[in-house]
């Protein structure tokens, strides 16, 4: 509570709007008990005093009532008459809202489509057609107002329920054992209910507005009872002559809808989990790099990276995702790169060619280098330039990396039109090749597709086919079979193998599985914990893993062929990034961890070709 | 008695009947199948995307109405989905651990609300059969004041399993599990299945797409492929020696340290199209060996070898 309100008062409108909306509040609560004039009381012969005349210290209207008193009566009647409709349309409309998404199909046909009629009326309208029907009151104003809000609720709770119910803990609690209306009550409330806050905190200054609103028309409070709407409906005959009249009520009404306004989208903004972690907020186009410390000095290698240490800032913490790794590929090469999830690798990655989305993430330290130059400290468009160029990328969702909207074959021209400048119709013909290249059957028809129309598999060739094409010198494929199947699967990795063969092309391959490392890769890199624990080429590393993390972890992967049997699991969790121990990160899951692995830092020991971090290795290397 | 027999159960999905035109027939997500576990065996079903395990699963636990045939579970029938009559016999797990757990309540409400709701057990006992459970999947008690955010995936796994134990099921069904996994928790996790099976005394049907895990785990395994099942048979045998041409080339794409890369023989790879289901084998337009009977008349399932079944008109013969 004391993080979301210190989260609330970093916006300043915010904190604004909360201390005018108190004052207010304060006021009209202590409205009955300040030494006032009655409100309702008439002396013809003070009427339009002028403000901070004696005894009216904000003058008094066309029958000589005092203006304070009936400004402080007025907003106290508004914020409730406000405050009142806007719980009465939450509730009811979201419990439309609740059930009709809840229980989807012909029951939310039909409550949807009711709701829809009552907004099809303008709003005004509506709430005139119930005013008059009802007849005039500040009560029947009331309900005109809940009632014009109901639909905006109903259907802001309906989606939000439509996309909870689909969830598999509402499945959880039927085989529970719970009925509908349990369900409703303690499984989707307590979920929607910050929504409906956040909903109702942005339209309660709307609800104050459309009440005063019927009011000024005449429609809700009834002489001589004050409002502010009633209020400035009074003045109107006076705007010119005693402008102080409507000038009063006006500007009550302004601070008070201002602030609530204000308030509410505090509140929301500080609610939203996405806001919260910086998610909505849009990444640079690079990420950031504050690099402290020597860049290491270039080799021959085709790409390289060097000692390099990214960063997420998030809040007061510092999550080191990546912690110094140093990887190199040569050409015609393929290095894998394995590792658990949380262990670093697709963040090493991303950082490349600066993808890591900034903030949070940040650079910290090393250099990655392509042909001897630093792609860390490049300028913009020297990236830009070699990003699909030279170093190309392969994702693991390939519906998710292809635009929906835009036909493949228009995709693949983008892609290459972006580096060179070759017309239309030349890269229209290279798209088809390319697509023959990944062995899409009937690429001629295929290049008029549209990603939804195409396999998962047939999407990932796309994606490949999209990294091929500019024909770069390095790809890295990260995780790009672990969406598909597995007839699917060797398929794609056949087809990489074959062509980083033809083309002699350097492939970085991160995974998380074995078989697929055995495959594929000529050199080995396993990590942990942001760091690089050993390194090999890969029939050694297999063999005769010689860190006790990898040699644990192969053990625990099922291996097709070994019959039913129990795992050697390795207990215990990988430690988070940002609490890292002092010494070796496994330690603590280590059996043959002593004193030493848990104090000092561990280093990387061995050459470029073999190398271990470990006190106590299971191989002599 | 089998702890669970299956009868011809299938589900169609009824499609939007078109503004002109006639409605069509649906989408035959399973197909009519039977098939009946044995009391403390575990059953794998392995298949690829698309092929109905998904929704095999939520009928059996009663999230799905059948659209034919019926559900037995120690000799009594179950015919309308009614998650809340299954729910003391069968039990399901959830593929994803975190999104199965409400984010709003704490663990111990969690645990309780199948104590409460389908055995109406009073709260002194509740506690006391909440720890009893909770120990033994290995987790500590003060975890049930929290909530699901401040657990790791293979914790969150070990709570959905706490919850299905929780009801005293008969059966429960492992819906991919472990896939939301990373290697060295997954292997916790199918360890503490296996031994809370013999604990128990449970039967498992477990659902997966990775051939491994379902080969180290299961008795039986059972092959599915476009909402049929195309081969069953025991676990050590069936990928070493398949008879059914796709679960052959199952076997031969699964990654394998040491085996060399080849793309496995087959024309084509996609499914068939569900909308227009092909006459004849589902499989026929990616098979070796299909023929024009293939392509005529869908197979029937039926004994190859001592203990195998496959759906094939040319089953490979040793």
């Not at chain 1, 062995?439 to 001629?444: G, T």
């Not at chain 2, 009947?17 to 575990?42: D, H, I, N, W, Y």
Request: aromatic residues 4%; hydrophobic residues 45%; proline residues 6%.
């Amino acid at each position: 509570m004391t993080a979301f309100l210190k989260l609330l008062f970093r916006n300043r409108l915010a904190a604004l709007g909360a201390v005018v909306l108190s004052a207010v509040l304060i006021l009209v609560l202590l409205t009955p008990v300040l030494p006032l004039q009655n409100p309702d009381i008439t002396a013809t012969a003070d009427r339009f005093q002028k403000p901070f005349t004696e005894g009216h210290l904000l003058g008094t209207d066309h029958l000589g009532r005092d203006l304070l008193s009936r400004l402080l009566h007025g907003t106290r009647l508004s914020l409730a008459v406000g405050i009142a409709a806007a719980l009465i349309a939450a509730t009811i409309g979201s419990a439309i809202g609740i059930v009709a998404g809840y229980f989807g199909g012909r029951a939310d046909n039909i409550i949807m489509r009711g709701v829809d009629m009552l907004m099809a009326f303008p709003y005004i309208l509506l709430a005139l057609v119930i005013v008059a029907a009802l007849g005039p009151g500040l009560m029947n104003a009331l309900i005109a107002v809940a009632a014009v809000n109901v639909p905006f609720f109903a259907r802001n709770i309906r989606g939000i329920t439509v996309g909870l119910a689909g969830r598999e803990f509402i499945d959880a609690a039927r085989l529970a054992g719970m009925g509908h209306i349990r369900i409703i009550l303690t499984e989707l409330l307590p979920n929607v209910l910050p929504v409906i806050i956040i909903a109702m905190s942005t339209t309660v200054g709307w609800m104050i507005l459309e009440t005063a609103g019927l009011s000024f028309l005449g429609l809700g409070s009834q002489p001589p009872q004050a409002d502010l709407g009633s209020m400035l409906g009074e003045a109107r005959s006076a705007l010119i002559s005693h402008p102080h009249t409507s000038v009063v009520p006006g500007i009550m009404i302004f601070l008070i809808v201002m602030s609530i306004n204000l308030l509410g989208d505090g509140v929301r903004d500080a609610l939203d989990p996405r806001l919260r972690s910086g998610a909505l907020s849009r990444p640079r186009a690079m990420t950031l790099v504050e690099r402290k410390g020597e860049v290491p000095a270039p080799t021959d290698d085709l790409l390289a990276i060097q000692d390099l240490q990214t960063q997420f800032h998030v809040g007061d913490r510092v999550y080191r995702a990546v912690g110094g790794v140093s990887l190199s590929v040569k050409a015609g090469e393929c290095l894998g790169v394995i590792g658990e999830s949380g262990s670093g690798k697709s963040v090493t990655a991303l950082s490349v060619m600066g993808l890591v989305a900034s903030p949070p993430g940040v650079i910290t330290g090393g250099a990655v280098r392509f042909q001897g130059e630093d792609l860390i400290g490049a300028s913009y468009e020297s990236l830009r330039q070699k990003r699909g160029d030279r170093v190309a990328y392969i994702f693991q969702d390939p519906l998710s990396t292809l635009h929906p909207l835009y036909r493949v074959g228009r995709q693949l021209s983008e892609a290459i039109q972006s580096h060179h400048d070759i017309p239309t119709a030349e890269t229209q013909a290279r798209a088809v090749q390319l697509l023959r290249d990944v062995r899409i059957p009937n690429a001629e028809a295929r290049v008029d597709n549209y990603p939804h129309e195409l396999s998962g598999g047939m999407r990932q060739r796309v994606g490949i086919a999209m990294a091929l094409a500019n024909e770069p010198d390095v790809i890295i494929a990260d995780e790009p079979t672990t969406a598909l199947d597995v007839t699917v699967q060797a398929q794609i990795l056949s087809l990489l193998d074959d062509l980083q063969r033809e083309r002699g092309l350097a492939i970085i391959f991160i995974t998380h599985d074995f078989g697929v490392v055995a495959q594929l890769c000529d050199r080995i890199a396993v990590m942990y914990a942001g760091r690089i624990v050993e390194e090999g080429p890969t029939p050694s590393v297999l063999e005769a893993p010689a860190h006790p993390y990898t040699k644990r972890l192969i053990a625990c992967v099922p291996e097709l062929g070994g019959g039913q049997r129990a795992l050697a699991a390795i207990p215990g969790l990988p430690p988070l990034v940002d609490d890292l121990p002092p010494g070796c990160a496994f330690a603590s899951r280590c059996e043959k961890a002593q004193e030493t692995c848990r104090t000092g830092e561990v280093m990387l020991k061995g050459d470029a070709s073999r190398a271990v971090r470990c006190h106590y290795p299971e191989e002599a290397i | 008695m089998p702890a669970l027999k299956v009868d011809n159960l299938a589900k169609t999905f009824a499609l939007k009947k078109p503004l002109f035109g006639a409605a069509s027939t649906g989408v035959r997500a399973v197909r009519p199948m039977s098939f009946q576990v044995q009391s403390g065996e575990t059953l794998g079903v392995v298949g690829e995307s698309g092929c109905g395990k998904s929704t095999l699963a939520r009928m059996l636990v009663g999230l799905l109405d059948a659209s034919e045939g019926k559900i037995e579970i120690e000799g009594k029938a179950l015919d309308n989905a009614d998650p809340a009559k299954f729910g003391k016999l069968i039990q399901y797990v959830f593929q994803d651990p975190n999104s199965s757990l409400n984010p709003r309540k704490t663990i111990r409400q969690v645990m309780e609300a199948p104590l409460k709701r389908l055995h109406g057990m009073p709260r002194s006992e509740r506690e006391a059969r909440v720890s009893q459970i909770f120990a033994s999947v290995n987790l500590r008690e003060e975890f049930l004041e929290r909530y699901p955010h401040e657990f790791s995936g293979g914790q969150a796994q070990r709570i959905g399993i706490a919850r299905a134990l929780a009801a005293n099921p008969r059966i429960i069904v492992l819906d991919e599990p472990v896939s939301a996994l990373d290697v060295s928790v997954q292997a916790q996790v199918l360890n503490l299945l296996a031994d809370l099976k013999t604990e128990f005394g449970l039967t498992y049907l477990f659902i997966t797409h990775d051939l491994a895990v379902v080969e180290a785990v299961s008795d039986r395994i059972m092959v599915l492929y476009f909402g049929s099942v195309v081969e069953i048979g025991d676990a050590r045998r069936i990928f070493a020696n398949p008879r059914h041409p796709y679960t052959k080339l199952l076997a031969e794409s699964a990654p394998v340290v040491g085996r060399p890369l080849t793309a496995p023989e087959q024309k084509g790879t996609e499914l068939p199209d569900p909308l227009n289901p092909p006459l004849g084998c589902a499989f026929a337009g990616r098979c070796p060996n299909a023929t024009d009977l293939c392509r005529t008349q869908e197979p029937e399932l039926e004994p190859v070898g001592e203990d195998q079944l496959a759906a094939c008109h040319h089953p490979i013969q040793d």
